[in-house]
């Protein structure tokens, strides 16, 4: 295909994702699952070309920017206080799940070598980070399992790679080393999460000097895709350097970042993300043509493999389960002092969190990277093609009808007290209101702003969103919104102050700090409207 044509399918494949999107509405399903059928029609259709992703460049171009937002957003405090219940999920639920694959696979089909069947299991053992976050999209869950599911979805993909790298070495040259795969596994882990810090301070400092908004959002994608580019490059884990690179980032954005890059750059990643996920779940579409005709060339057919991707099927979804209910409430029998700080949850959680384990396009792409040599490579890979469409057709589609059946009240982490919005709103209305104060009195006794004192101290005292009237504004416009940049900058101190004492909650901050962001944009552009017409 020429390059215009190349670039020609690449419009297309933009309008269908506005019509599918609009079709998923429509239907009330899945956008997911309308992508992928969607692309699967395309890629039916005669005369249109053979699609068959590069599995490097998809991992490359689509991984580290979705890994890198949805790390970015990520509430850390959340994070942190679940890391125990993520990492059982990210690494045990992983590794419990590629065993339970390469057993199954070997059952159904003894000729496939081992080393193959175990490098299926790693293949999907991982749920994908762009199905997770596009199953849960806008699902009635308890915070606290959304923030397990895409926490777990963050870790994953590295622990069900290095299982990957090892099943393949262990294939290619008939050895398998456990001292040494576990050295592996915890320097890539390690490593990974050391420089993806590194990373995302270097780039949280860079970025925060630029004082450019469109160079500063453009240094955010480099920063998304340099982090994992430098972990490979440093022989450890590129998707934990990202994440970390995002975490550290995400972090840091409220102290460095002015609102202005912000507002924008959340605006720009919201398009950028949803492009590349709906892209993601076409691309998985368009590639049955080139599964298809693989199986053939080796005179076979996806019936052929039918007890194969049901036997894998059941296994990838039962082991999960399997692990999740004792790693759910054994803990909490065990250890009296957990069960207290965290209570034994309801049935509904470790069924609806075992459900909800999609696979996506990561699985694929790893599929299509097993060497052309490697004993079983089309059966691998038709077989990953096959659990990834029954996961996102028949888990996605059925999540909200689950969760509606399920009662998930009462599933909370145990923390310190904090501040509640209201009480956040107060503490920053008065500092504001003593912003104001302070540029408002005069050596003669006179106010010079006493509309800002009387909107401000009605703010301090109701905690009540800031209304300008009409005709608020005097002569003196530039001094009164030089007022309203102190004031805001005072109440920002104020809320950025509670939030790394740990008075207040991320989710209160990011709420906060939107309203102060746009107060300050307004502000921030009539003096800039006033000087230019002055």
């Not at 790390?71 to 339970?100: H, K, M």
């Not at 298809?292 to 060339?297: I, K, W, Y």
Request: glycine share 8%; net charge neutral.
């Amino acid at each position: 295909m020429s390059p215009s044509g190349q670039f020609e399918l690449v419009l297309g494949l933009m309008a269908a994702i506005i019509v599918l999107e609009l079709a998923a509405k429509r239907l009330r399903m899945p956008p997911s699952a309308v992508l992928v059928l969607g692309g699967i029609a395309l890629a039916l259709i005669p005369g249109l070309p053979e699609i068959t992703p590069d599995p490097d460049l998809t991992l490359l171009l689509f991984l580290p920017p979705l890994l890198f937002a949805s790390a970015y957003f990520t509430v850390w405090s959340d994070f942190r206080a679940n890391l125990r219940i993520i990492l059982q999920l990210a690494v045990g639920a992983v590794a419990f799940t590629t065993l339970a694959v390469g057993v199954a696979a070997h059952l159904v089909m003894p000729s496939l070598p081992w080393a193959a069947c175990f490098t299926l299991g790693a293949i999907l053992s991982p749920p994908d980070a762009v199905a997770a976050k596009a199953a849960l999209k806008g699902l009635p869950l308890p915070p606290r399992i959304v923030t397990l599911l895409e926490g777990e979805s963050l870790v994953n993909d590295a622990t069900g790679l290095v299982l990957f790298r090892i099943a393949i070495a262990a294939g290619m040259t008939g050895t398998f080393e456990a001292g040494h795969a576990s050295l592996e596994f915890l320097w890539l882990a390690i490593g990974g999460v050391a420089a993806g810090v590194v990373f995302g301070h270097i780039a949280a400092l860079l970025l925060g000097r630029l004082r450019d908004v469109p160079l500063s959002i453009v240094g955010g994608f480099l920063a998304a895709w340099g982090s994992y580019l430098g972990g490979e490059a440093l022989e450890v884990s590129g998707v934990l350097a990202t994440v970390g690179c995002g975490l550290v980032m995400g972090r840091r954005q409220h102290d460095l970042f002015t609102a202005q890059l912000r507002t924008h750059a959340n605006a720009v990643w919201a398009v950028a993300v949803f492009l590349m996920e709906s892209m993601v779940f076409i691309i998985i579409g368009l590639s049955l043509r080139g599964v298809l005709g693989r199986l053939e060339a080796a005179g076979t057919g996806l019936t052929d493999l039918l007890p194969m991707i049901v036997a894998v099927t059941l296994a990838m979804i039962l082991s999960r389960f399997a692990w999740l209910f004792p790693s759910t409430y054994l803990p909490r029998f065990l250890f009296p002092s957990l069960r207290r700080r965290d209570p034994y949850p309801s049935v509904a959680v470790p069924v609806i969190m075992g459900w909800a384990a999609i696979r996506g396009v990561v699985s694929l792409a790893v599929a299509l990277s097993v060497p052309v040599e490697f004993p079983g490579r089309d059966i691998i890979l038709a077989t990953t093609w096959a659990v990834i469409l029954v996961s996102i057709l028949g888990q996605a589609t059925t999540l909200a009808p689950l969760i509606r059946r399920m009662r998930l009240g009462g599933f909370t982490l145990e923390r310190r007290p904090t501040l509640s919005e209201s009480e956040a709103r107060i503490r920053m209305a008065r500092a504001a209101l003593d912003a104001v104060r302070k540029r408002s009195d005069t050596a003669d006794g006179r106010q010079r702003h006493p509309r800002l004192l009387e909107q401000y101290g009605h703010r301090a005292t109701m905690a009540e969103r800031f209304h300008e009237s009409e005709g608020m504004l005097t002569e003196d416009r530039r001094e009164h919104f030089a007022a309203v940049l102190a004031a805001n900058r005072a109440a920002r101190t104020e809320i950025l102050g509670l939030h790394r004492g740990g008075r207040i909650h991320d989710t209160v901050l990011h709420r906060l700090e939107a309203e102060l962001d746009l107060e300050e944009l307004g502000a921030e552009q009539a003096l800039a409207e006033g000087e230019a017409a002055g």
